[in-house]
């Protein structure tokens, strides 16, 4: 009987965890479950998932390869790789005359301010004498104005190779209008010197903006090494689990899409925010089904926290992205990481300050409870000393030794001149700072109202300080998914086939012509239907998105807004300028839109291509009988902000149901993440199993706050938590 499933398997690959998610997609059922990742080689952690899934399934070896019917990764490998700044040993082919483009960057400086290193930029990714200039030139338009010159290009592609330089990155002048240069530039290297990897610009990123683009293309040559190394090693051993036969095999791409491994290995830098990106969709899901539709989201694991955000049930998108210090100009999810997460390590700075990360104890050693050699102090200690969460982790899987963490506390706390409990008091005070700063760098920073927004917390320390983080925020309140250790690796299965195609047009929209426009759009999508051929999506199945780059003329950047589908009329384009100014004036408070003497320029045209996958539905649960008693497991010392150690009780989350309640102090545990529910703060459990936590004065501060009655004079509606409790 198990040979007839049709099983599609998550698996997110985590600094310290593993977790893996398996759909049954005939009976709808979901399985969860978590292994320790294993960072010197996360392919083992990945097939270890795989195994202890089929197990949980009562799947045997010999029929994987009938049962599964995909698997869907989400990875950090490129992710950590630039984090680490491990990009090695770098060349760059630029145009004649831009040799040091590199080095002029642009006139903004990360952290410019507030450090001693003002104005000085970072180093660069490849340095001087690693370029090489090639002759020949082309105009905005992509016409030839100098012709390639082949013996100079013959001449660079000897010295790389002569110098053992086999990572290159090549972006040529205008080649986003005509690619010819650059791909003559590869065949040569091709020839020439065949054992070197080679990422071209008008593959990468065909767009302009030469610094974005050559920084973007250089990015992708650095990790595409790794990457088709670590997804062509877990294919093999994929293999071997299933017998030879051949399963899909989706890598998460960072624009909310997936692609298969082949496909991948190609365009390896779409995967730099894999893991996040499907933790944003996932809780976009969840939060969505339960009726929230403005959600911030809070991915806590071991090294990092990411943040990001939820309009109308879709995470929102940018291409101003970076990656530690690299910017990276792809569709990606707008997401932003701060080093706070349960590994993260606390430590005392020259002046004798407490500071708490980004450098993180990670999966191995792992905080000094993990008993396996760690020699820091970490968030995941201090929440252990305070009893906020058990001795032990994965239901009792990993034991945890509180002794070894109080150990390490009390001698931080002698150098600081503290108390223990206030000691581990001020760790996790620091870490919520640090995520709360986090969110209000996607929200404020972007001209949005936090206090608007509806929390949704997951991953394995992400639900561990949210009650602080309803204080510091004044949030509306914060939603817990069940199993919220899993919920990147539930998003892995709620995500369709995607690609995107780019191409700059530059072009007043007085003198569009709506011929042109359409016939640039419409070599976007053949390129987006060719890529969803491939990945086994026929034309029936293929859906496509259109969307534009505009922006008033004299402006540097753009805003992004739909293009609908059908034929684009003079009207049609009409209807998407007035689209931008509508945006415009959402995101910057202002727009043009009366002044005729403003015009409106279009700069890039952009294409989705989407193959959509069934997705897992998210069922009611059933109400269960009896008062929350059922639920409780005992009782445990625990210390919260500005108490004494309390008796508080516990609760298992499993044995909750929809319509219980439960006032703090308390703590909800469950298999793979725990919730410490502060005193004056309530738990609700709705009918999908997801706890609704608030403070018990929130309705009534909400109706309070400034604004309000104006916005209930506009007919707006009742707060999404309020109208869900």
Known sequence: MSG????????????????????????GDLVSTKIASTPADPATGFLAGIDKVLDLLDIPRGQAGQALTAVCHGTTVATNQLLEGKVGVLGFIASEGYEFLLEIARQSVPDGYGNSYFWVKP???????RVKAVGGRLDHTGAEVRPFDEPGAVGIARWFKAHGIDTIGVCLLHSYANPAHEQRMRDILAAEHPTAVVSISSEVLREYREYERSMTTLVDAAVKPKVAGYVGSISRRLAGITGGQDVPFYVMKSNGGVLSAAEVVH??????????????????????????????????????????????????????????????????????????????????????????????AGADPGPLCYGIGGTDVTVTDAHLVLGRIPPHLLGGEIGLDPAAAQAGLTELAGRLGLELAACAHGVLEISAWNQANALRQITVQRGLDVREFTLTTFGGSGSLLLCRLIDILNLRGVLVPPNPGNVSAFGLLTVDVKNDY???????????????????????????????DREGFGPG???????????????????????????????????????????????????????????????????????????????????????????RTGTRSVCFDGHPYLPTPLYWRADLGPGDVLAGPAVIEEFGSTVPLHPGFTATVDEYANLLITREATASEHRRRPGAEERSERGAEPSDLEAAS
């Open 4 to 27: 007839q499933r049709r099983i599609r398997v998550g698996i997110d690959t985590g600094g310290t965890f593993t977790d893996v998610v398996a759909f049954d997609e005939q009976s």
């Open 123 to 129: 180093d660069r990714i490849v340095p001087a004498d």
């Open 267 to 360: 365009q390896p830098i779409s995967t730099v925010l894999s893991g996040p990106a499907a933790g944003a969709l996932g809780a976009a899901m969840i939060a969505a089904n339960a009726g929230f539709s403005k959600v911030l989201t809070c991915d806590g694991g071991g090294t990092s926290t990411d943040v990001s955000v939820v309009l109308g049930g879709e995470p929102t998108l940018t291409t101003e992205g970076s990656v530690g210090a690299y910017p990276s100009k792809i569709p990606m999810i707008d997401v932003v990481t701060v080093g706070a997460g349960g590994g993260s390590i606390a430590w005392i700075s020259p002046e004798g300050a407490l500071k708490v990360g980004p450098k993180s």
């Open 502 to 532: 780019v191409q700059t047009a530059v072009a007043l929209h007085s003198q569009l012509d709506p011929a042109e426009v359409s016939a640039a759009f419409a070599g976007l999508t053949e390129q987006a239907a060719t890529a969803l």
């Open 541 to 631: 199945q293929q859906r496509f998105v259109r969307t534009a780059d505009l922006r008033y003329f004299g402006q540097a950047f753009e805003v992004r807004v739909p293009v609908p589908d059908g034929e684009l009329a003079e009207q049609v384009l009409a209807g998407v300028a007035t689209a931008f100014h509508d945006a415009h004036r959402g995101l910057y408070g202002y727009d043009f839109s009366e002044q005729p003497g403003q015009q409106v320029e279009w700069v890039n045209l952009r294409v989705s291509g989407i193959g959509p996958i069934r997705r897992p539905e998210l069922r009611r649960q059933p109400p269960v009988e009896g008062s929350v008693d059922r639920a």
